[in-house]
Every structure is written in structure tokens, then in C-alpha cells.
């Protein structure tokens, strides 16, 4: 795939590799995380309560962010649609659906943290 022209970006993110943004793998890591492996080799280990937190729902944004109760930080299912964005179903009933791009911006690891690839805009 020649260059990266085509995406269209909006509000002034920078497209990311697609390889970036593909996953790989996922796994458990613990009890409390989920492990996902990207297509670029990166690896995120992301913390199931941050991902409920991050549920960009109605009904999760109306909410006041209180401290969920253990069945809404448990996945029952994890899915991957269509290689764009991962479905969750947590064991209290709730469903969430996160982009993967999303997903990848949750990733809190040394290297994400601290070495943000991207310029700031602004500068
Ligand atoms: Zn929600
Ligand atoms: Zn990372």
C-alpha cells in the first residue's frame, strides 16, 4: 500500500498505521486485564474497569463514573468486528463496542506514555 493518502482525518488526528490499529491477538492477562497484541508487535494490557469506564455508550455517559460493581468490570465475550472494532459483553448484561484506534489510545505503557509518536498539536 503506497503512501497513506486517502484517510481522511478528523479533528486533527493523525492516521495511525494501519498496522497499528489491527490486532493480532487478544488475551487475559490476570483476571483484571485484557492482553492485546497489535499487528505493529505492540503489546497493551488494559485493565478490564477501564475499558467499562471507557464505554462510550448513552447509557454509560449519562452515568455518574462511580466504582462499578465486579460483574461490570468481568467480560463474558470478547469479539473482534469486523477487524475495526472489538465487541464486549460484561456479566452484568452490558455491551460495549470500542474502536479499535480507541482501544489503542487506552494503552498506558512506558512507551505510549512517554513517547507519544505523534506531534502534539499546537506544538
Ligand atoms: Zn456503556
Ligand atoms: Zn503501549
Redo the contacts with the bound molecule.
Sequence with gaps: MPGGRGFSTVGGVPPRPPDATHVERLSEVGRYALGVLWGDK???ILPYRHLRLTCPCEACGAAAPTAPAPDAERPVKLELIGGRSIFIGWADGHETILLLDEL?DL???????GEPDYPISGR
Design positions: 505492540h503489546d497493551s489503542r494503552c498506558r505503557c512506558a512507551r505510549c506514555a
